[in-house]
């Protein structure tokens, strides 16, 4: 059982930069691999970035690729999304995630509460 905690959500302007943080619960965090999800209103859920349980490697939503960046801090059971240059359009809320078996998984088995991400124009 893998419990997950986000925060660093909030409200930014265009053109801004936050920094997601998720902290996981459990000793075996370094055997997971973790992700972000967001859903915005009247959207469906979608992927944004996930890595490896290593950090080696990472993958990328089209629509973020080059603006945001996932990494991972094993030692302090932590998952990061830095997110720049953000867009109303990324207007969410922010989930974490973690899969024992993969981080490509449309549907990773661990999921926190979520963090609301605001951007206005």
């Known amino acids: 059982q893998v419990q997950l905690v986000e925060s660093g959500g909030g409200l930014v302007q265009a053109g801004g930069s936050l920094r997601l943080s998720c902290a996981a619960s459990?000793?075996?965090?370094?055997?997971?691999?973790m992700g972000w999800f967001r859903q915005a209103p009247g959207k469906e859920r979608e992927f944004v970035a996930a890595?490896?349980?290593?950090?080696?490697?990472?993958y990328y939503a089209d629509s973020v690729k080059g603006r945001f960046t996932i990494s991972r801090d094993n030692a302090k059971n932590t998952v990061y999304l830095q997110m720049n240059s953000l867009k109303p359009d990324d207007t969410a809320v922010y989930y974490c995630?973690?899969?024992?078996?993969?981080?490509?998984?449309?549907?990773?088995?661990?999921w926190g509460q979520g963090t609301q991400v605001t951007v206005s124009s």
């Open positions: 995630t973690a899969d024992p078996n993969s981080a490509r998984s449309s549907w990773p088995r661990y």
């Open positions: 459990g000793r075996t965090f370094s055997s997971y691999a």
């Open positions: 890595i490896s349980w290593s950090g080696g490697l990472t």
